[in-house]
């Protein structure tokens, strides 16, 4: 058994019971947000959270990912990179105040504002520690504080929602709340502020640090274009309501997304940390992209499938329109899922620069189709946009990644695949006779299809459950 599939297989459990029960937990909050908020105010809720994320990179110039790049390396000092990047954040949160006003010039998020900086400031903070506990090695406690995390976001939504009637306010102090009572936990059970020391400050390594961080930036702000700007022109061009059932449509394919983005947390640290010689990185590349790509697309097909069921289970009655968009998402989110995998191999050999200008492409492509689709088929038009950016993504980043790692892409299987799943999208959004029985049968074949790699990784699975289990 390949150790360092033990290894990411081990780190894959922890972030699971930790990151994905908690994604979990937060998403069938979903009754409540639709039960509690109108349409208008939970596409209201939606954008400013939205605003915040953008901001959120902006705000802290990506310096916990590159706390976390260096920290989780084999070499270097891992308390000077902590150090570094805490004066960092320190220096960019104060510019991030400073500039914070100019939020006022937008008649919409106005009365908000307060809301913004809270949350900006406390997902900075919060994400600097927990990058650091994780990039050391301490991945449990990594789990353990994103379970507490939403924990405490569930009880203050329960509170601020229901208990003092708050709507949009709540909705969005819940999360602000959380990240700081977690930040605070997490630096007293850790004991953060012995990892830093002024002494330990570097003005060489800060800049190299910030030379690593800043093309993420923009690289973030690109993939926020074309992950997020399609709700605001869903808002501007058609209305509130519309855009209110096209950001809970959004939250059906997200658990793709958690599901994805756990395994990512896992994977970036493994990838990171097995890289040092080329043959073997870019076997172990292949190896765990052949899983990914079974597990990505068998999850896209059944979330397809069960749209009108998930939409039923999780949405009022109002929302249940939504439903319509949920196919076309779910396939953009596949594809946004192997972005993110060939972007590991980027943040691996630090050449953050090809996702800038992939990303790049790709918010630009958006916001052209966005312009052109809007207006004639509304949140569909703005679903078939996402889609076709996170594609050409793929197409761009799959082209050239043989100048980074040389590894399979497992093309044939991909095109296979999405072409099944294509045939199941138009299936569920045209409903011929007998749509129940041919989407069965199109979930099968994309069963069939990656099954073999399905039970290949199965076979591992008791010997990984093993070794993990008998440390």
């Known amino acids: 058994?390949?150790?360092?599939?033990?290894?990411?297989?081990?780190?894959?459990?922890?972030?699971?019971?930790?990151?994905?029960?908690?994604?979990?937990m937060v998403f069938f909050m979903m009754p409540l947000y639709t039960a509690c908020l109108s349409e208008a105010q939970?596409?209201?809720?939606?954008?400013?959270?939205?605003?915040?994320?953008?901001?959120?990179?902006?705000?802290?110039?990506?310096?916990?990912?590159?706390?976390?790049?260096?920290?989780?390396?084999?070499?270097?000092?891992?308390?000077?990179?902590?150090?570094?990047?805490?004066?960092?954040?320190?220096?960019?949160?104060?510019?991030?105040?400073?500039?914070?006003?100019l939020i006022l010039l937008f008649e919409y998020f106005a009365p908000y504002l307060w809301l913004i900086v809270l949350f900006v400031i406390g997902s900075n903070v919060h994400s600097v520690c927990a990058?650091?506990?994780c990039a050391i090695g301490k991945t449990k406690t990594f789990a353990a504080q994103g379970i507490l995390n939403t924990a405490l976001n569930?009880?203050?939504?329960?509170?601020?929602?229901?208990?003092?009637?708050?709507?949009?306010?709540?909705?969005?102090?819940?999360?602000v709340c959380a990240d700081f009572v977690t930040t605070l936990v997490l630096i007293a059970y850790c004991r953060l502020w012995r990892a830093f020391s002024v002494k330990?400050?570097?003005?060489?390594?800060?800049?190299?640090?910030?030379?690593?961080?800043?093309?993420?930036?923009?690289?973030?702000v690109f993939w926020w274009i074309t992950g997020v700007s399609d709700r605001y022109l869903v808002a501007r061009m058609r209305s509130d309501t519309e855009n209110g059932l096209?950001?809970?449509?959004?939250?059906?394919?997200?658990?793709?997304?958690?599901?994805?983005?756990?395994?990512?947390?896992?994977?970036?640290?493994?990838?990171?940390?097995?890289?040092?010689?080329?043959?073997?990185?870019?076997?172990f590349f292949s190896k765990v992209f052949r899983y990914y790509v079974a597990i990505v697309f068998v999850g896209g097909a059944f979330l397809v499938a069960f749209a009108k069921v998930c939409s039923i289970i999780l949405f009022a009655d109002s929302y249940y329109e939504a439903w319509l968009y949920v196919p076309i998402l779910v396939v953009a989110t596949v594809f946004t899922s192997f972005d993110s995998f060939?972007?590991?191999?980027?943040?691996?050999?630090?050449?953050?620069?090809?996702?800038?200008?992939?990303?790049?492409?790709?918010?630009?492509?958006?916001?052209?189709l966005n312009l052109i689709w809007i207006p004639a088929w509304g949140a569909v038009g703005a679903s078939l946009a996402t889609f076709v950016s996170y594609f050409a993504v793929f197409v761009l980043r799959a082209a050239t990644m043989h100048y980074f790692i040389r590894f399979n892409l497992q093309i044939p299987r991909i095109t296979l695949n999405t072409v099944l799943?294509?045939?199941?999208?138009?299936?569920?959004m045209t409903e011929p006779p007998f749509w129940m029985l041919w989407i069965g049968i199109y979930t099968a074949i994309v069963v069939g299809v990656n099954a073999p790699a399905l039970f290949s990784m199965l076979k591992m699975l008791p010997e990984m459950l093993k070794g993990r289990l008998g440390r």
Do not use: H
């Open 131 to 133: 990058q650091y506990v």
């Open 246 to 283: 096209y950001a809970a449509a959004y939250k059906i394919p997200t658990l793709l997304t958690y599901m994805v983005s756990v395994f990512n947390e896992a994977w970036r640290l493994s990838a990171v940390r097995e890289s040092d010689n080329e043959g073997e990185c870019a076997a």
């Open 42 to 101: 939970y596409s209201t809720a939606d954008l400013i959270t939205q605003l915040a994320n953008l901001l959120i990179p902006l705000a802290c110039l990506g310096i916990s990912e590159g706390i976390f790049r260096n920290a989780a390396a084999k070499e270097g000092d891992k308390e000077a990179f902590f150090s570094s990047g805490v004066a960092i954040l320190c220096i960019s949160m104060l510019c991030f105040l400073l500039l914070s006003p």
């Open 421 to 428: 799943l294509g045939g199941m999208v138009v299936i569920m």
């Open 342 to 368: 060939l972007a590991t191999a980027y943040f691996t050999k630090k050449k953050t620069m090809v996702s800038f200008y992939t990303s790049m492409l790709g918010a630009v492509l958006n916001i052209v």
């Open 1 to 24: 058994m390949d150790l360092r599939l033990k290894r990411l297989f081990g780190n894959t459990m922890i972030f699971t019971a930790g990151k994905f029960i908690s994604k979990l």
């Open 200 to 220: 330990k400050i570097s003005k060489p390594l800060m800049w190299d640090m910030l030379r690593f961080s800043l093309p993420l930036i923009p690289t973030t």
């Open 154 to 175: 569930i009880a203050f939504n329960l509170l601020f929602l229901l208990g003092f009637g708050m709507k949009v306010e709540g909705y969005v102090l819940s999360v």
